[in-house]
């Protein structure tokens, strides 16, 4: 009797993406995948931040506002920290870019791009990627 046993086919998962800038032409940048630990992580990182935030932006008072709204830039910082792994194609101020270095001194633009990449690996809705 022969076993119809097929092998097992092995599966590669990359825990990370290489994205081309569309705003800065070679530049190439590389976001983490969204994982079971990552999203633990990250949830952990940004929780209290996000309510305090939905608070703030329920408010009515201008420093409420204006609070939420730096709340919010923090937040969005904490994405870039949490997502980006590498940037390649760029230098900044003569050196080449770092992900610390692409956050602190980049150009906004190429940050909101990589912002809004990283939010869309994490499977966040529209609604959320506002916040």
Known sequence: MTSS???LVKTDHESFVWI???TLAGVRFRIV???VGRRIELAKRIRESGRRL???EAGSDVRDKLDA???KAEI???YLEWGLE???GLKIDGEDATPELTIEK???DLAAEILAKIRGECGLSENERKN
Do not use: C, Q, Y
Request: negative net charge; glycine residues 4%; proline residues 8%.
């Open 5 to 7: 046993i097929s092998p």
């Open 20 to 22: 081309h800038s569309e």
């Open 33 to 35: 995948r969204m994982s």
């Open 54 to 56: 939905e608070f703030l």
């Open 69 to 71: 709204a730096v709340l």
């Open 76 to 78: 969005d910082r904490v």
């Open 86 to 88: 590498a940037i390649e």
């Open 106 to 108: 980049g150009p906004a």
